[in-house]
């Protein structure tokens, strides 16, 4: 069974920096398409990056030239990245994995493999 566990989270103000890491314990995981997700309470659960198996990267647009996701297949991690942390970044951040190499899409729906959450929370 897939096991993603994330971790990194935590309280920091706006302008600030984290790191959140996801480890995975399955290897095809290391050549599979791997994401970051938030959500926060009520609102539906939105892409932020996704890293694929040759290391390619997108980006949601309000994250873009903020945070920064990258793998080490090596150590099994997915990491993010995080700079100039806002207030609007506060959520419970998940990383995922599809099945396949290539990451096509941010949509949560296209990935069937989920950690349980860390929170950020960024205060002004």
């Known amino acids: 069974q897939a096991q993603l566990v994330e971790s990194g989270g935590g309280s920091v103000q706006a302008g600030g920096s984290l790191r959140l890491s996801c480890a995975y314990s399955?290897?095809?995981?290391?050549?599979?398409?791997m994401g970051w997700f938030r959500q926060a309470p009520g609102k539906e659960r939105e892409g932020v990056a996704v890293i694929d198996s040759y290391s390619k990267t997108s980006y949601a647009d309000s994250v873009k030239g903020r945070f920064t996701i990258s793998r080490d297949n090596a150590k099994k991690i997915l990491y993010l990245q995080m700079n100039s942390l806002k207030p609007e970044d506060t959520d419970m951040y998940y990383c995922a994995a599809r099945t396949g190499v290539y990451c096509y899409t941010l949509a949560p729906r296209d990935f069937g493999y989920w950690g349980q959450g860390t929170q950020v929370t960024v205060s002004s």
């Open positions: 399955r290897s095809p995981y290391g050549s599979s398409c």
